[in-house]
């Protein structure tokens, strides 16, 4: 919030705390959901890409 103070153009999960107590449960938890789908979709679409470079960054052996 210190970076982007306009609040038309910070992300979703930076918002939802802010409109909390302006909207309607249903619509807050409507967001809630969709601000939770998208990162778990694309994590687990690309798993594999993932996982294999986290097994690369690792140290040298040897």
Known sequence: ML???DPTIQPLSVRLPAIAGSVDLGVFLASLAIATLI???LFLGFQR???SG???GGA???
């Open 39 to 41: 990162p778990v979709v």
């Open 60 to 62: 040298v052996k040897g």
């Open 54 to 56: 986290a097994g690369m």
């Open 49 to 51: 890409l993932f996982l």
């Open 3 to 5: 970076v982007l103070k």
